[in-house]
């Protein structure tokens, strides 16, 4: 029997679960600030909304938010969005280009290729720019821009402190979840909408400043509706209904594989528009774009108005069941077309609300045919399973959901729909329709998170302690005939220095010996006395972070209670021994157990028992 393993050193028991210290807690209130400042933003940004909807569509003042479907204008109606389509590609063209495109991808640009800065006229063009977008009719959500602007709030706060890029990003993504929390009254999925998303990490250091603001957004938002000026109740009440379960759940699976099809659909259909815009380029100047996509938008408009604007009237008419198959199918159509052929003609609104109408509709239409539950029921478990495909955010999703209706009779559906549907969207499109405008960009962005293989390796089990060693007064010229080519040591480029007791007292570097090859000198006047070192009970990641910041491939390994003593060299490409082992376990399959055929002898395995 193999006795335990004994109790690693002190600095093996130091080593956390996490790496946050206590420098976070200082910017704890900076994100709690930012989370009130992305809340007052993003509750203007829907008053901007309301006022241009109210004023082009209805010839009144008022902040309301109201749907452009309804209005008496008639064929008139078409020239609105063409005339917001000409605004914003004036803004874009004489304002910042930035301001085009649904707000998501560009905050990720920011985050990967900017260190985070966003400018600071982008905290008012954006907004202002998608409110007159989705006021004038604009079939896009304004979760998209008030993501966008409330991260550019945190961007900017954050410039104004003596941060790292990394702690400026936290800011940043702390306040694009703190506008959709403050819109959507979603404080959880926000928070799980930053960290799958925006963060490209789940660490204490943005977890905690994302959720902190989240929370400060929402709690203001509450404070809002005691005082009667937001409504207290969730975006999207819905009946209530008995737990789903049994055939209702085989339902929700397949909901998830047909609503997972349909990500493909809406993210070529957004990509096919924009690629069929740019042939335009050489003949039109991208500032007219818009106007081209507001002809579209005018016209889906006179085929269903619903289809218009924000559309959160028309998510809820179809969550409460009140839309026939027939309206769902012509209200998917005309979103599908109007939403991507306006986001191809580079103007300015999100995708979150036209994704989660589309998936609803679809939801509805399978529900007049599937038994177990409500259609209105079926439209929420199309919501979530969109979300979860188009956008790659299976857990969002699920809480979105749920917060949007807090409707928790349907939170086992919403998982197996939401997970299903992001299965088939992984496996059938390579890129989401967030991360596909970031490669045309010529950036990749890596979705799958997980413990990196330096985290969990020592640099005992991979350093190498074969090693070539000298004597301080051995001279170079023997060092390199000793090395002649040829001899195994020569892919060494380090060779540590002992005296005659073994003590280490520097390292020789190949490029030495290579200088002094045909003249007089010893080890000695040639070594390195300061030397930077690595430790066997060291992980490998702070080995691989020293390399990286001293720009040296090789260290030698000491024990910690003893420096003189040499345990080994560690190089970079024993680090890559720590990834061949994960790859070992990602990809070497075998079969351990095997089931025991009657009469035979099985004893020697413990776990299959003896039946003769």
């Given at each position: 029997?193999?006795?335990?393993?004994?109790?690693?050193?002190?600095?093996?028991?130091?080593?956390?679960?996490?790496?946050?210290?206590?420098?976070?807690?200082?910017?704890?209130?900076?994100?709690?600030?930012?989370?009130?400042?992305?809340?007052?933003?993003?509750?203007?940004?829907?008053?901007?909304?309301?006022?241009?909807?109210?004023?082009?569509?209805?010839?009144?003042?008022?902040?309301?938010?109201?749907?452009?479907?309804?209005?008496?204008?008639?064929?008139?109606?078409?020239?609105?969005?063409?005339?917001?389509?000409?605004?914003?590609?004036?803004?874009?063209?004489?304002?910042?280009?930035?301001?085009?495109?649904?707000?998501?991808?560009?905050?990720?640009?920011?985050?990967?290729?900017?260190?985070?800065?966003?400018?600071?006229?982008?905290?008012?063009?954006?907004?202002?720019?998608?409110?007159?977008?989705?006021?004038?009719?604009?079939?896009?959500?304004?979760?998209?821009?008030?993501?966008?602007?409330?991260?550019?709030?945190?961007?900017?706060?954050?410039?104004?402190?003596?941060?790292?890029?990394?702690?400026?990003?936290?800011?940043?993504?702390?306040?694009?979840?703190?506008?959709?929390?403050?819109?959507?009254?979603?404080?959880?999925?926000?928070?799980?909408?930053?960290?799958?998303?925006?963060?490209?990490?789940?660490?204490?250091?943005?977890?905690?400043?994302?959720?902190?603001?989240?929370?400060?957004?929402?709690?203001?938002?509450?404070?809002?509706?005691?005082?009667?000026?937001?409504?207290?109740?969730?975006?999207?009440?819905?009946?209530?209904?008995?737990?789903?379960?049994?055939?209702?759940?085989?339902?929700?699976?397949?909901?998830?594989?047909?609503?997972?099809?349909?990500?493909?659909?809406?993210?070529?259909?957004?990509?096919?528009?924009?690629?069929?815009?740019?042939?335009?380029?050489?003949?039109?100047?991208?500032?007219?774009?818009?106007?081209?996509?507001?002809?579209?938008?005018?016209?889906?408009?006179?085929?269903?108005?619903?289809?218009?604007?924000?559309?959160?009237?028309?998510?809820?008419?179809?969550?409460?069941?009140?839309?026939?198959?027939?309206?769902?199918?012509?209200?998917?159509?005309?979103?599908?077309?109007?939403?991507?052929?306006?986001?191809?003609?580079?103007?300015?609104?999100?995708?979150?609300?036209?994704?989660?109408?589309?998936?609803?509709?679809?939801?509805?239409?399978?529900?007049?045919?599937?038994?177990?539950?409500?259609?209105?029921?079926?439209?929420?478990?199309?919501?979530?399973?969109?979300?979860?495909?188009?956008?790659?955010?299976?857990?969002?999703?699920?809480?979105?959901?749920?917060?949007?209706?807090?409707?928790?009779?349907?939170?086992?559906?919403?998982?197996?729909?939401?997970?299903?549907?992001?299965?088939?969207?992984?496996?059938?499109?390579?890129?989401?329709?967030?991360?596909?405008?970031?490669?045309?960009?010529?950036?990749h962005v890596m979705r799958e998170y997980a413990v990196d293989p330096l985290e969990a390796t020592f640099v005992r089990e991979v350093m190498d302690t074969d090693i070539y060693t000298v004597e301080p007064d051995r001279e170079l010229s023997a060092v390199y005939d000793s090395l002649r080519e040829g001899s195994s040591q020569r892919r060494q480029r380090l060779y540590p220095v002992l005296e005659a007791d073994g003590r280490l007292v520097g390292a020789l570097p190949w490029s030495a010996v290579l200088e002094a090859k045909d003249g007089a000198g010893t080890a000695r006047d040639a070594m390195l006395r300061d030397m930077t070192v690595a430790h066997p009970d060291e992980i490998l990641r702070p080995v691989a972070d020293r390399m990286a910041e001293l720009e040296i491939g090789v260290l030698p390994v000491v024990a910690r209670d003893d420096?003189?003593?040499?345990?080994?060299?560690?190089?970079?490409?024993?680090?890559?021994?720590?990834?061949?082992?994960?790859?070992?376990?990602?990809?070497?399959?075998?079969?351990?157990?095997?089931?025991?055929?009657?009469?035979?002898?099985?004893?020697?395995?413990?776990?299959?028992?003896?039946?003769?």
């Open positions: 029997m193999q006795s335990p393993r004994k109790r690693g050193s002190r600095t093996e028991q130091a080593l956390g679960d996490f790496t946050a210290d206590p420098s976070l807690l200082w910017l704890v209130p900076i994100a709690v600030g930012i989370g009130a400042l992305a809340a007052g933003v993003s509750l203007a940004l829907l008053d901007m909304i309301g006022f241009f909807t109210n004023l082009f569509y209805f010839q009144r003042l008022s902040v309301h938010l109201v749907s452009p479907a309804g209005n008496t204008l008639g064929v008139l109606a078409v020239v609105i969005p063409i005339g917001g389509g000409l605004v914003v590609g004036l803004m874009a063209r004489f304002g910042s280009e930035q301001i085009r495109g649904h707000g998501i991808p560009e905050a990720m640009e920011r985050i990967l290729i900017n260190g985070s800065q966003v400018q600071p006229r982008l905290a008012v063009l954006k907004p202002i720019s998608s409110a007159i977008s989705i006021g004038t009719g604009g079939p896009f959500g304004a979760e998209g821009p008030i993501i966008l602007t409330g991260g550019a709030v945190g961007s900017i706060v954050g410039q104004l402190f003596h941060l790292t890029a990394v702690q400026r990003r936290s800011l940043l993504v702390a306040g694009a979840s703190a506008g959709m929390s403050a819109v959507f009254g979603t404080p959880v999925a926000a928070t799980l909408f930053g960290v799958e998303l925006l963060a490209f990490e789940f660490k204490p250091r943005s977890m905690t400043l994302i959720g902190l603001a989240a929370a400060t957004a929402d709690g203001l938002r509450m404070l809002m509706a005691n005082a009667g000026l937001v409504s207290p109740q969730p975006l999207f009440p819905i009946h209530t209904h008995a737990p789903l379960g049994g055939v209702a759940l085989l339902g929700a699976a397949a909901i998830g594989i047909i609503v997972g099809l349909s990500a493909w659909v809406m993210t070529q259909a957004v990509y096919g528009a924009e690629d069929a815009f740019k042939k335009l380029t050489g003949h039109l100047h991208w500032m007219w774009w818009p106007m081209i996509g507001g002809l579209i938008i005018g016209l889906g408009g006179l085929a269903d108005s619903r289809a218009l604007g924000v559309g959160y009237g028309t998510i809820h008419a179809e969550l409460l069941g009140q839309l026939g198959i027939g309206a769902l199918a012509a209200l998917c159509a005309v979103k599908l077309v109007i939403w991507s052929c306006g986001l191809g003609g580079g103007t300015s609104g999100g995708i979150l609300a036209p994704i989660l109408m589309m998936g609803a509709a679809l939801g509805g239409i399978l529900g007049h045919l599937l038994p177990g539950a409500s259609p209105g029921v079926w439209a929420l478990l199309g919501l979530a399973a969109a979300l979860g495909g188009v956008t790659r955010s299976p857990f969002t999703a699920i809480i979105f959901a749920f917060e949007l209706t807090h409707d928790q009779n349907s939170l086992l559906a919403l998982l197996i729909a939401a997970t299903v549907a992001h299965l088939v969207s992984v496996l059938v499109l390579k890129r989401s329709i967030l991360t596909e405008k970031v490669a045309r960009r010529g950036f420096p003189g003593r040499l345990d080994g060299l560690i190089t970079q490409f024993d680090l890559l021994r720590a990834r061949q082992k994960l790859l070992v376990e990602e990809r070497h399959a075998e079969r351990l157990l095997r089931p025991a055929r009657v009469g035979t002898t099985t004893s020697d395995d413990p776990l299959v028992p003896d039946v003769r």
